[in-house]
């Protein structure tokens, strides 16, 4: 049996996709580069958009990550210090490169100069270095003291009251404590 399309002629056995070599007889096809005749399955596959982790196309149904015109398989956005899957999960861009939020933390987020772990927000600044603003308290009474008064004994901090209950020296005729403030 013969089959033919624009000037063309095959033996119904020859008559194949290009590609993958399936029958096209009684299928679907399209004419290619070339003058080759692809199934309509590598066709899409082909003309689709590839994925920026593993080059294959992405086709209808794939579950999928879209950032700034680029497109990933699911599976494929993966963090680039730790290569696990964020998937739709949270990221950071840097450059070229994408970040799960704990590597992202480690890399690139200052840490409290008390507890050692990094600070994801806000904080405060003393003496150059950085705390959690829940780490940055009183040694004797626990409150926050950003923002405060506050005076610093050999590394302990004390708001004011408790520096003139607990550490400031008293004097020795009305016993009140001595201060500069």
């Known amino acids: 049996q ?7 002629y095959w033996h119904d056995n020859c008559f194949r996709c290009f590609k993958c070599y399936t029958s096209l007889v009684n299928e679907p096809f399209m004419l290619r580069e070339n003058n080759k005749v692809w199934c309509s399955n590598c066709t899409a596959a082909e003309d689709a958009p590839r994925c920026k982790g593993c ?8 579950q999928t990550v879209e950032y700034k015109k680029m497109v990933w398989h699911k599976d494929c956005f993966t963090c680039s210090q730790c290569k696990q899957v964020i998937g739709s ?3 950071f861009p840097k450059g070229d490169e994408f970040y799960c939020v704990s590597c992202h933390e480690h890399k690139f987020a ?4 008390k507890c050692k772990n990094p600070i994801t927000s806000g904080g405060l600044t003393y003496q150059e270095q950085p705390w959690h603003s829940e780490c940055f308290i009183c040694s004797n009474c626990k409150k926050q003291l950003g923002g405060k008064r506050f005076t610093a004994v050999e590394d302990q901090f004390y708001c004011v009251e408790c520096y003139k209950e607990c550490v400031a020296k008293k004097c020795a005729g009305c016993k009140n404590p001595i201060t500069g403030m």
């Not at 013969?2 to 063309?8: A, I, S």
């Not at 200052?110 to 100069?113: G, I, P, Q």
Request: with cysteine; charged share 25%; hydrophobic share 35%.
């Open 2 to 8: 013969e089959l033919h399309f624009k000037n063309r």
């Open 55 to 62: 080059f294959k196309p992405i086709i209808a149904g794939d």
């Open 89 to 91: 999960g949270s990221f």
């Open 110 to 113: 200052k840490t409290c100069a």
